[in-house]
C-alpha cells in the first residue's frame, strides 16, 4: 500500500486520482469513477467531488493508496 500526505483537511477525488499520476488529465479521472473502476474505502464511488480525507483509502487499477 502507498502512502501520501495531503497538505489541507480533504481532497476531492479527481484531484486526487491526478494528484497521484494515476489520471493524466481530469477526464481521464471523471471516466475512471464514472466507470465504477475507482473505490473508497472498499465501496465503489461515483462521485468525481467526494471529498478525501486522512485515513481514507483509495483502490484503483490494483492499487491502494492511503492518505495520511
Avoid: C
Amino acid at each position: 500500500m502507498i502512502e501520501i500526505t495531503i497538505d489541507s483537511e480533504f481532497i476531492k477525488l479527481d484531484q486526487f486520482l491526478k494528484l497521484v499520476d494515476i489520471a493524466s488529465t481530469g477526464g481521464h479521472a471523471k471516466f475512471l469513477i464514472q466507470e465504477g473502476l475507482v473505490k473508497v474505502n472498499g465501496e465503489i464511488e461515483t462521485r468525481r467531488g467526494k471529498k478525501l480525507r486522512s485515513n481514507d483509502i483509495v483502490e484503483v487499477e490494483g492499487n491502494k493508496i492511503k492518505i495520511l
